[in-house]
């Protein structure tokens, strides 16, 4: 069965500096794989996709990420950190050969950008 | 700009109480994901609709909750009776024919 992990439930990063949050994933056949944030009493926020091609993917708000077949992961990226990136990431994966649009996603990693 | 919109934002109810959310799907997504979220468990699939029909409902206790799309518009979650163990909030979530899904402010349940 397709998964993700996300190794670290938080990551503390100050504000100007540059952030990683990690994911790695288990899929059979070509991964889908997602980005997703989520702010305070709100719903998840799409941030950017990797489906194919290119292994750096950028997305919303300066964010970007990198995708790694031989290590099999998907880490997220942004080159200077703001306080107000401050949220809930969740990296998800839909394995292609499922034929469904479901995914799964990781347990979340909490970034807290200090000022 | 158009939202998946969920009602009621929040719900407080007693055990034993039928509790009912709905979304209302962005116009022309055919997918239309339900979720369940909360601390211990984290982010829980519970059911899945592609065109109005059910395609996945195994994250769902079948005894006490049931999902339906009435129509286009409209998806609707029911749990009933309701528990003390079903707290968490409920996200709706759709989708147009890829794989990106947009994801409604959710339902915050808490059964007392």
């Known amino acids: 069965a397709q998964s993700v992990a996300q190794p670290e439930d938080q990551v503390n990063v100050a504000e100007g500096n540059p952030l990683t949050v990690k994911c790695t994933y288990s899929v059979s056949g070509n991964p889908y794989l997602f980005w997703y944030v989520q702010y305070p009493n709100r719903g998840l926020q799409f941030l950017l996709k990797y489906i194919t091609g290119d292994n750096l993917v950028k997305g919303s708000y300066g964010f970007e990420a990198e995708f790694n077949k031989s290590q099999t992961s998907f880490h997220l990226k942004k080159p200077s950190a703001l306080v107000s990136d401050s949220a809930l990431y969740f990296c998800a994966v839909r394995d292609v050969n499922t034929g469904f649009q479901k995914l799964v996603f990781g347990t979340g990693t909490r970034l807290l950008v200090s000022p | 700009d158009a939202r998946v919109t969920q009602t009621p934002r929040h719900k407080v109810t007693e055990m034993g109480q039928e509790v009912t959310m709905r979304c209302q799907p962005i116009?022309?997504?055919?997918?239309v994901f339900w979720y369940r979220q909360t601390m211990m468990q984290g982010l829980e699939l519970l059911a899945y609709?592609?065109?109005?029909?059910?395609?996945?409902d195994s994250g769902m206790p079948k005894d006490r909750f049931s999902a339906e799309m009435p129509d286009a518009t409209l998806a609707t979650l029911k749990i009933q009776p309701s528990e003390p163990r079903d707290s968490a909030v409920y996200f709706c979530a759709s989708g147009p024919k890829s794989d990106t899904q947009y994801f409604g402010p959710g339902t915050r349940l808490t059964v007392l």
């Open positions: 116009l022309g997504h055919n997918t």
């Open positions: 609709f592609r065109n109005r029909a059910p395609l996945d």
